[in-house]
Nanobody, 126 residues
Framework: VQLQAFGGELVQAGASLALSCVVSGRTTRSDTVAWFRQAPGKEREFVAV??????????FYTDSVKGRFTISRDNAKNAVYLQMNSLQPEDTAVYFCAVGRPILSNVRASSGYYYWGQGTQVTVSS
């Protein structure tokens, strides 16, 4: 199974970016898909998730990105996306996509995911 994430780049504060993650070797329609990020010197943190259909297919976001980021998925393309608007310098990080089947109460924890992408760098200048 491979996850290929792309779309990260250097942008100015207030800009928008769209990240994509394409999965090969596994059909993800029954999986929970998520984005995490890791800033320099910090631990990896949860950003957004779409739970698997059996858990309602619901989206959750970390508080700092609510109203600015939108996660979506395209099962036909085996892909997950993260639309990021009104980017701020504190959004600077390597963004990782992840696939797994964590229990609903654990979807924000990285330990619940089996497969990870290689990360794509998002840098927001002030």
């Amino acid at each position: 199974v491979q996850l290929q994430a792309f779309g990260g780049e250097l942008v100015q504060a207030g800009a928008s970016l769209a990240l994509s993650c394409v999965v090969s070797g596994r059909t993800t329609r029954s999986d929970t898909v998520a984005w995490f990020r890791q800033a320099p010197g910090k631990e990896r943190e949860f950003v957004a998730v779409i739970t698997r259909p059996s858990n309602g297919g619901t989206s959750f976001y970390t508080d700092s990105v609510k109203g600015r980021f939108t996660i979506s998925r395209d099962n036909a393309k085996n892909a997950v996306y993260l639309q990021m608007n009104s980017l701020q310098p504190e959004d600077t990080a390597v963004y990782f996509c992840a696939v797994g089947r964590p229990i609903l109460s654990n979807v924000r924890a990285s330990s619940g995911y089996y497969y990870w992408g290689q990360g794509t760098q998002v840098t927001v200048s002030s």
